[in-house]
């Protein structure tokens, strides 16, 4: 909702939205490979009503690994 044109369209959706974006093209494009051949898992924050307008609608998508010790530095275009 970065352009604010969009009613908050319930948490479920939001929710969804948010894992599509995470998991998805955003996620293939950061580490270097699809989220389904990962070792890493995703973690999403979505905004809730109250939030929608105010943050934009962005969502926060962390990347961690649940093997091993805390990762070093960024995951980007690691291929992991």
């Not at 950061?30 to 995703?42: D, P, R, T, W």
């Not at 962390?62 to 992991?80: A, C, E, F, K, Q």
């Amino acid at each position: 909702n970065a352009d604010r044109d969009r009613d908050y369209p319930g948490d479920d959706a939001a929710s969804d939205e948010a894992i599509e974006r995470c998991a998805g093209d955003l996620f293939t494009e950061f580490v270097g490979i699809a989220y389904a051949n990962s070792e890493y898992e995703v973690f999403y924050i979505y905004p809730q009503r109250a939030q929608w307008n105010k943050t934009r609608g962005a969502y926060i998508c962390i990347v961690y690994s649940l093997d091993g010790p805390t990762l070093p530095g960024s995951v980007r275009g690691s291929n992991r």
